[in-house]
């Protein structure tokens, strides 16, 4: 269960605490720091602190134990400051806490970049340079790891000290810690710093409007992780910019932002394009950039020249993600077109000019033409294998961004029925606004000018290559037998099932996948009412006939595939049968928008009516973790129950406490009938 004890937030200080299964993390805004403590109990105890600073961190992972430990946080976190032996500073966080053991082993202590601590945690590995031998002085029982960043910048630091008890050497780099008497608790205090340059914090009063929904939680992590310079993704794990997160939540955000918060969004995101285009999904910042040139043997490991640790440190952006290249036209669109606020100051947001000296009107045509050149196969020949395909040798490419999260597929469902003709809508809305013509070339603008045509061929299309239709008793036999095999209850359909397959393979043929997806298309489409009747029939059966679960709306099930992928689609897989908080807002927010779109037919309305009551009376269940990233669920015989993630993956993942893209409740709001 995922459980938040509530925030306090003083002036200038903001804490936050989330207890989610086995972990307990702890938020902290004081200043200019932001970090997060996270304390892991059971057999493998853990404590990490991860920095919004260059995504930087420190982690302790300690030896297994035979009984289950448990943490208690003695004093709140604080903020701290210390200088280096060299006179720089380091701003970091310290905390009291206790254990109930008498005595841990540390097995391993890291330092840097978050990156490099969320890799160890998913398969154990360790970094081929920045290992730290422990400074231990056993007079005062305290435990030192201390560095420079690889590149001769500050560094980081990690002070452990014990209340009593004293710290033994073991081989290698392991450590005993021992209370000071057998039965005894280990009381230890811990700070962590970091060296890196903090962010800006986008205060509460630049960020949210009067529309805002009354949900303190979402409030405190939404500030948590916004800033000037960028929008964080989630902590710990994505504690810095991804572009498909800042982009979707951005979306669904819109109605309650300030102004200056979705400039500062949009910004982010444009000022990361390639030199074509293309919209980075993440960024590699801090040391993580360093560590890899270095390995690469792309630079003298000895080199400390100031030109040589600049190169070293310069951020690298990956670009293997398709689908945020078309998402952000459309976000741009609803912003700058759509909403009479962003239309006041689009004329000068695009006049802006970025660190490269363009301007920001410039930079979203290089997308337009991106948009316009990856779409026009399809456009000249639609079929299947002309859709838009993940990157060369790359098998993820959406949202679904796990090894298996597309099933094998190489064409996603989202990419293609969705994104790739509304970003063809919102070139075609620019181009009618003539908002982008003063930074259009003339050879540019017959282009623009047929984004109309394109899109309504991708629209007439594109959804189509994705029809599934499987038989009424072959259908059943499957549901029955999956049902059987998960010990969950019997599930009848009344016909045929239809539905659109979550991905093609190499050849253009569906992975029979029954997916979430159909959000997108409801956000920012326009269906036609029977392919909306169809998917929400699909969608909305009970699971494992379909979606829908007491614990909420799990994002894909594999009922109609062999018994490999219904194994790489469990409750225990990432992108498997689990919940994401922010699927469940953005579908709420396409139904919405559906039931204010006119001319749909009685049947349809009707149809919408009762999804949105369905899906709200779930997302109003589970509330209580709706601002975490996604759970999982068990089922008691009577009904499904939520229960956190991290505990039954198989893939060595875990969720994240605060994720950016499920604060989208604070617009995303239920409807006047629902409590």
């Not at 200038?12 to 902290?28: I, K, M, N, Q």
Request: net charge negative.
């Amino acid at each position: 269960m995922i459980t938040s004890l509530g925030a306090a937030a003083l002036p200038d200080v903001l804490r936050h605490t989330v207890v989610e299964g086995p972990a307990t993390s702890v938020f902290l805004r004081q200043g200019m720091l932001a970090a997060q403590l996270l304390l892991t109990r059971g057999h493998a105890p853990r404590i990490v602190i991860a920095f919004a600073a260059g995504n930087s961190g420190a982690g302790l992972w300690f030896a297994p134990e035979t009984r289950e430990i448990t943490w208690r946080v003695l004093a709140a976190p604080e903020a701290v400051s210390v200088s280096d032996g060299l006179g720089r500073p380091l701003q970091g966080l310290q905390v009291e806490l206790e254990a109930d053991a008498d005595q841990l082993v540390v097995e391993c202590a890291l330092l840097g970049s978050v990156r490099v601590l969320r890799d160890h945690q998913f398969d154990g590995r360790l970094p081929a340079l920045g290992g730290i031998t422990p400074a231990v002085l056993p007079a005062a029982a305290t435990v030192v790891w201390a560095r420079d960043r690889l590149d001769g910048a500050p560094g980081y630091r990690l002070e452990l000290r014990l209340h009593g008890g004293r710290v033994q050497v073991l081989d290698g780099n392991r450590l005993r810690l021992e209370a000071a008497s057998p039965g005894q608790p280990l009381r230890l205090h811990v700070r962590a710093f970091t060296g890196d340059e903090p962010l800006k914090p986008l205060s509460s009063d630049r960020l949210l409007n009067a529309q805002a929904a009354d949900l303190p939680n979402a409030r405190v992590t939404l500030e948590f992780l916004a800033f000037e310079e960028k929008w964080l993704a989630g902590s710990w794990r994505f504690h810095t910019y991804f572009g498909r997160d800042t982009l979707m939540s951005l979306r669904m955000l819109l109605p309650v932002l300030q102004p200056v918060a979705i400039e500062a969004a949009l910004s982010a995101v444009i000022a990361r394009l390639s030199a074509d285009g293309r919209v980075a999904h993440e960024e590699d910042i801090g040391e993580f950039p360093v560590l890899a040139r270095l390995t690469a043997g792309d630079a003298d490991k000895t080199a400390t020249a100031t030109a040589t640790a600049t190169a070293l440190a310069q951020p690298v952006f990956d670009y293997k993600m398709v689908d945020d290249d078309f998402m952000l036209l459309p976000v741009a669109a609803a912003y700058l077109i759509d909403m009479p606020e962003g239309r006041a100051r689009a004329a000068a947001f695009l006049a802006q000019r970025g660190a490269d000296g363009r301007f920001v009107g410039e930079r979203l045509m290089d997308n337009a033409a991106l948009v316009l050149r990856k779409s026009q196969p399809f456009t000249d020949s639609p079929r299947a294998t002309n859709l838009v395909r993940l990157g060369a040798n790359e098998i993820v490419g959406d949202w679904r961004d796990s090894a298996d999260g597309l099933g094998g597929g190489v064409y996603s469902y989202s990419v293609n029925a969705v994104l790739v003709p509304a970003a063809l809508r919102a070139v075609q809305a620019f181009d009618q606004s003539g908002l982008l013509a003063p930074y259009a070339s003339q050879a540019s603008m017959p282009a623009l000018g047929a984004a109309a045509h394109s899109a309504a061929i991708w629209e007439a299309n594109a959804p189509g290559c994705f029809a599934v239709t499987i038989g009424y008793a072959p259908a059943q036999a499957q549901i029955d037998g999956y049902a059987a095999a998960l010990g969950l209850p019997h599930v009848e359909i009344d016909g045929d099932v239809a539905f659109s397959a979550l991905s093609l393979d190499d050849a253009g043929q569906p992975i029979p996948v029954l997916h979430s997806d159909i959000g997108f298309a409801l956000l920012l489409g326009d269906p036609s009412p029977d392919m909306i009747e169809r998917e929400l029939k699909a969608m909305l059966r009970p699971f494992p006939a379909g979606l829908l679960t007491d614990a909420g709306l799990v994002v894909a099930n594999a009922v109609f595939c062999d018994a490999d992928l219904r194994e790489r689609f469990g409750a225990d897989r990432y992108h498997g049968a689990v919940v994401w908080s922010w699927q469940q807002a953005m579908l709420a927010a396409g139904l919405a928008r559906q039931l204010a779109r006119g001319g749909l037919p009685p049947a349809t309305r009707a149809l919408l009516q009762q999804a949105q009551s369905t899906l709200w009376t779930v997302i109003l269940a589970t509330r209580d973790v709706a601002d975490g990233e996604l759970w999982s669920w068990g089922h008691d015989g009577n009904t499904f129950r939520v229960e956190s993630f991290g505990p039954k993956c198989k893939t060595a993942d875990e969720s994240n406490a605060a994720q950016l893209w499920s604060t989208v409740y604070l617009a995303v709001q239920p409807p006047a009938a629902m409590p």
